[in-house]
């Protein structure tokens, strides 16, 4: 079975900019969680997907947001972009009745300039 | 609130010799307990869980992690440390079933010949 896969792996963006990452869960998995991590605040949760509905949400701002589909592929947005979020945006999936068991994508690195 | 303690920052180890990665948590009720693995520039990889049952788990590459709830802690050890295990150890606890876990500060395992 093919892993969790983020796209794109780098990118490079401005102040005030926006952006949008992706990610496809293992084949099965029907939610999805996305993480921060940076060096200062480490791994922090932003949220969770399952069947296109958010069901659960960490303490980020409203720039912060995100959708999945119907194939349980989600994506994540975040508008007018700062130097603070520069970091590793993780995602994560588990399969049903996973009992929390998530597993990750290789993450994608974020610069902000 | 749920939380978790990694003591140690940094660790260095021999190769050959054997490790414990230490981790305590703060929960209300008994949690799901988890050991990731991150290699530089990586995603996190599970070593293993812990839900209920044995409190002496398995893992995947030759880890084990013993749950003791009068110590809210949950080590992770392995008898004879690898060059390749250098990387950083996050230990996650979960508020069980929503699919958010909480992750420690990680501890860095650095290998010496």
């Known amino acids: 079975k093919a892993g969790v896969t983020q796209t794109p792996r780098y990118l490079i963006k401005t102040r005030g900019q926006q952006v949008t990452l992706s990610c496809s869960p293992i084949s099965g998995h029907r939610s999805v969680s996305w993480y921060q991590q940076t060096p200062g605040q480490g791994l922090q949760f932003l949220f969770e997907y399952f069947s296109e509905t958010q069901r659960n949400k960490g303490n980020f701002p409203g720039r912060f947001s995100g959708r999945q589909f119907s194939n349980s592929r989600s994506e994540m947005n975040v508008s007018t972009l700062e130097l603070g979020d520069s970091a590793l945006y993780l995602c994560?999936?588990?399969?049903?009745?996973?009992?929390?068991?998530?597993?990750f994508g290789p993450g994608t690195r974020l610069t902000v300039l | 609130a749920q939380s978790v303690t990694q003591p140690d920052i940094h660790i260095t180890v021999s190769e050959g010799a054997s490790l414990e990665l230490r981790c305590n948590y703060s929960y209300g009720a008994t949690p799901y307990l988890f050991w990731y693995v991150q290699s530089p520039g990586q995603g996190l990889q599970l070593l293993l869980k812990y839900f209920s049952g044995d409190t002496l788990v398995q893992g995947i590459k030759g880890f084990e992690a013993e749950f003791k709830r009068s110590q809210s802690s949950f080590n992770l050890r392995k008898p004879s440390v690898h060059w390749s295990d250098a990387a950083e150890y996050f230990c996650?606890?979960?508020?069980?079933?929503?699919?958010?876990?909480?992750f420690g500060t990680g501890t860095r395992l650095l290998v010496s010949p």
């Open positions: 994560a999936s588990s399969p049903p009745s996973g009992r929390d068991t998530q597993y």
């Open positions: 996650a606890v979960s508020n069980t079933g929503f699919q958010k876990l909480v």
